[in-house]
């Protein structure tokens, strides 16, 4: 009924999580296996499963950038993992993306909206994508020392690049009040850096990779100094409103392991406690490290490494709490991989001897090849279902989400005769041949029914002008039934040029008759701006039999709306309406 929901969609929808753990683990995990024996019947007749691994440079790839494959491999890995979470599909565009859209750039706005409506269109495809993607370029990362693990860290760079701007906001860069304790300037920004130094050859990242990424961390480490100092980031409170100890408390109430919690809160009530002293502690400790890694690589320095990597580990369990518990995690949060980064650029690892392996290269390079084949098979079945889903028609998700499935069924329509807005008479299935796709609108609602209007318009639109359907809405309001009620809702909502759309009204008695045969409850009293009436769509068809009775309490989005009109679409061509 208008007004009366609020649209707030439950993240673990039952019938959503099952079409998600069915896309993930059944037809998903079906067409990845068959791409990846398809790979592997390549590798095989080309000999090159035979050489995975074993090339030249893979033999002697520095150790430095051995744990950097491993590190962020399994970064990579568990941020996969941590997308087969079933509240993804319909919380990670609203839950996630959307608070951080507050106070960006209105390009980046836009931008991060857009990704949004994208995502909200697509939720199942999209989700299983990035899942079985992130997955995949974990696998090839850890496994595969030569070009399939630096197409891999390609692929990465690109990806991590594309969430920091659309998913993580640009890591909070554009936004007041942004602290590196916090997540700035974004986890994903690091494993861009990382995917980078992996696609570059080993060469290359011998010689450049310590100076140039300490030096870069350095840089980021002196800017987030600057932004601890600032008042706005409120680090300077004591009490309750320090930032650190109201972050802390609000993070420590989401279910997790008792003791990441009581240290987490600990740290809050001690910042709380000594005020300023506390931040005063924290840029001590930012402007010590980003000096000392900005000379480690040449001086040779190992305490800035040990310095910085220590501290990132407490505040990555203190000031951001893990960020690995509350339903719709999606990675380690920023300092967790930033201390990985900056551990493989020490260097100690740099001047470090190729890594000696004690299993033999021939059983490695066999078993790699074929968890790099299925990696590989992630990597492209998820690539072409992310960009295929994202230029399809809108997924019914949303609008199951909110309303659940549509009936079917085999009644016979009330017939009705009516007053339509050209004030001609209306009978139900007066065309012959001609589906009736049948709801109820109160021409005086600024709530719900303009939302079923849009509806009504977007699915017009996406059917050839020859279809046969009539669209026919029956007025909803005892006290706004006239025709010139009718016309002004048509006007104002833009629906005068929507072929074969009816919208009926008459002697109240006879209203009254049609709201009870489809079963409409409408209650309104004189004093009210408009009533409150049930919200459902009928399909009948041209024998004259309701075939769908569909639920459609609107969704106040264009993905939402989108979404329904799917459903729709769906069902109507079901009665062969296409």
Known sequence: MPGMNPNKINLSNSLIVELFRHALFVSGLFRLTVIA????????????????????????????????????????????????????PLGLANNVVAPLTTNTPSWLHSLMEHGIFIWNSHPINLAVGTAWLQVGIGLAILVSNGITGRIAGLVSAGWASLVWLIGNGAGGIFVTGASFLFGWPGATFFYAIAGVWLFLKPETFRRWFSLVTLRIIAGIVALGAVLQLLPSTEFWHGGNTNALTAMTSFMTKIAQPHWVAWLSRSTGVIAGSIGGGFNVIVVLWMVVCAGGLWFAAKKRWRWPIWTFVAGCLFFWLTAQDTSLFGGVSTDFNSLLPLAVLAWCA??????????????????????????????????????????TSSLASAETTLYQAQNGAASATTTKAANFTLTDQFNKTYSLGEHRGYVTLLTFLDPRCYTDCPLLAQQLKSLRADLPATTKLDIVAVAADPYHEQLSDLRHFIAVRGLSHVSNFYFVTGQLSAVRKVWASYGIGVTMTKSDVMSIHSDYMFIINAKNQVRWVIPDDPIASSSGSASAVSELRVLLADEGVH
């Open 346 to 387: 020490s260097p100690s690892l740099r001047d470090a001897p190729v890594l000696v392996h004690r299993i033999p290269r021939e059983l490695t390079a066999s078993t790699g090849a074929v968890v790099a084949t299925f990696a590989a098979a992630m990597i492209v079945y998820s690539t072409a279902l992310i960009a």
């Open 37 to 88: 024996v398809v790979l592997m019947l390549v590798l095989v007749l080309t000999r090159r499963i035979l050489q995975f691994n074993l090339s030249p440079e893979g033999m002697n790839e520095p150790r430095a950038r051995t744990y950097l494959r491993w590190g962020f491999g399994a970064v990579w890995l568990i941020d996969g993992i941590l997308q087969f979470q079933v509240s993804m």
